[in-house]
């Protein structure tokens, strides 16, 4: 079954990048997904990548993938107070079950 | 833009009552998924509907039901509510020509005391 996996904690100081990493088991994943998720509120879809691209940049954000080691990263430049939130890594199998599976997620804490 | 509507925001319930959440997707999204977050834990996959039919179940236990109506909205009835279903229930919505794209909504807080 599909297993993914990301570190529970990350701190930063304001201005530095920040990089969450995430692994995952499921070598059929199509799309793999960064969700933010703020204290009390929802899921919020921040970038994803299709799974034969190795990386994706949007804005402040850049998300690469090794495919082969089935990682997963995002990095966060001149990282805000206000990117302090819980970051959801996700897969989601095109041929398969149409629903996303969700890592354990990563508390990212920024530093003034 | 409009986005994933749930309601309500927040609900207490006492044990062994009934609880019924509504999801109201994005407009023109056929495809309404529920998960389930338990504190400190990760969304887990309950249920989905595409156009009004059950696409997909996940661990959603047997008291608990969801259908997905004409208008695309759908209802999640939980009933003989444990202590243990206190969480946080999303739902998120996709279209089909983009459905590996869920945009979720809020959430609704339940606790059951």
């Known amino acids: 079954g599909e297993d993914v996996e990301q570190s529970l904690f990350l701190s930063v100081r304001e201005g530095d990048s920040s990089v969450i990493n995430c692994t995952y088991t499921?070598?059929?994943?199509?799309?793999l997904y960064w969700y933010k998720q703020e204290p009390g509120a929802g899921l919020q879809l921040l970038t994803y990548?299709?799974?034969?691209?190795d990386m994706k940049q949007d804005q402040r954000l850049t998300v690469l993938l090794n495919k082969k080691d089935k990682h997963l990263s995002l990095r966060i430049a001149d990282t805000q107070t206000g990117d302090s939130a819980i970051y959801f890594c996700a897969e989601w199998e095109e041929t398969g079950a149409n629903n996303l599976f969700f890592g354990t997620g990563t508390r990212l804490t920024v530093i003034p | 833009a409009a986005g994933v509507i749930q309601s309500p925001r927040h609900l207490i319930k006492e044990k062994r009552e009934t609880a019924t959440l509504k999801c109201y997707p994005i407009p023109r999204h056929d495809t309404v998924y529920w998960y389930q977050q338990g504190p400190g834990q990760d969304p887990q996959f309950l249920i989905s509907f595409y156009e009004k039919m059950q696409s997909d179940k996940g661990s959603i236990p047997d008291r608990f039901s969801a259908q997905q109506f004409s208008d695309y909205h759908s209802e999640l009835n939980m009933s003989s509510l444990e202590l243990g279903d206190s969480a946080l229930y999303f739902c998120?919505?996709?279209?089909?020509?983009?459905?590996?794209?869920?945009?979720f909504g809020q959430g609704t807080r339940l606790t059951v005391v």
């Open positions: 990548i299709f799974s034969n691209m």
């Open positions: 499921d070598s059929s994943s199509t799309y």
């Open positions: 998120a919505s996709s279209s089909t020509d983009q459905s590996f794209k869920a945009f």
